[in-house]
C-alpha cells in the first residue's frame, strides 16, 4: 500500500494496463510513494499486471532522471546543472545548498526532509540559474537566494 491509500493494482486499474501506460504508472507509483521513489515490490507488481519483464520496467524507471529507485526526502531540490545554469552560476548555488543542507549532490539529509538533485535540465534556461523544489521553479537566482527558498521551505514545514 502506498501514501494516499493508493496501491499499486488501484494505480494500474486508474491507468491501464496498455504497455504505453508503463512511463505514466512509474510516476503516479512515484507520487503515492511517502519517500517519493519506485521500490523494488512496486516494480515487481507493475511487471506482472502489464505482463511486461521485470528488466524492462527497472530499464524504464532507470532511464529517466524523474524517476527514482531509492527513497528520497520529503522536499526534492532539483538543480539544473546544464550549461546555461553552468555559465550563470550553477556551482555557488550547489556550494551554498550544500551548505545550508550539509549534504551533497544526490544526497538525502539524515533527517529525510531534503533530498538534493542534479537535473539535465529544468526547461528554464531563460531563467538561469534555477532550480526547482517540490516542483516550484525558482529562477535567476543568486546562492543567497537559493538557501532563502531553503529556509522557507523549513518554516513552511514548522507551522
Do not use: W
Not at 550547489?94 to 537535473?119: C, H, K, M, P, W
Amino acid at each position: 500500500m502506498l501514501d494516499k491509500g493508493k496501491s499499486v493494482q488501484a494505480i494500474i486499474s486508474e491507468i491501464g494496463t496498455s504497455k504505453t501506460a508503463l512511463l505514466p504508472i512509474l510516476l503516479a507509483v512515484q507520487d503515492a510513494s511517502p519517500a517519493h521513489y519506485v521500490n523494488e515490490a512496486a516494480m515487481n507488481e507493475i511487471a506482472a499486471r502489464l505482463k511486461l519483464s521485470r528488466s524492462r520496467v527497472y530499464s524504464t524507471a532507470s532511464f529517466y532522471s524523474e524517476i527514482s529507485l531509492k527513497p528520497r526526502g520529503r522536499n526534492i531540490v532539483q538543480v539544473c546543472v546544464n550549461a546555461p545554469c553552468e555559465n550563470a552560476g550553477k556551482a555557488a548555488i550547489i556550494r551554498a545548498l550544500e551548505n545550508e543542507l550539509t549534504i551533497t549532490l544526490g544526497e538525502t539529509s539524515a533527517d529525510a526532509q531534503f533530498t538534493l538533485e542534479g537535473v539535465n535540465c529544468l526547461g528554464a534556461c531563460y531563467l538561469s540559474p534555477a532550480i526547482k523544489v517540490n516542483g516550484r521553479l525558482y529562477g535567476n537566482l543568486t546562492a543567497a537566494a537559493a538557501v532563502d527558498i531553503i529556509r522557507q521551505c523549513r518554516e513552511g514545514e514548522a507551522n
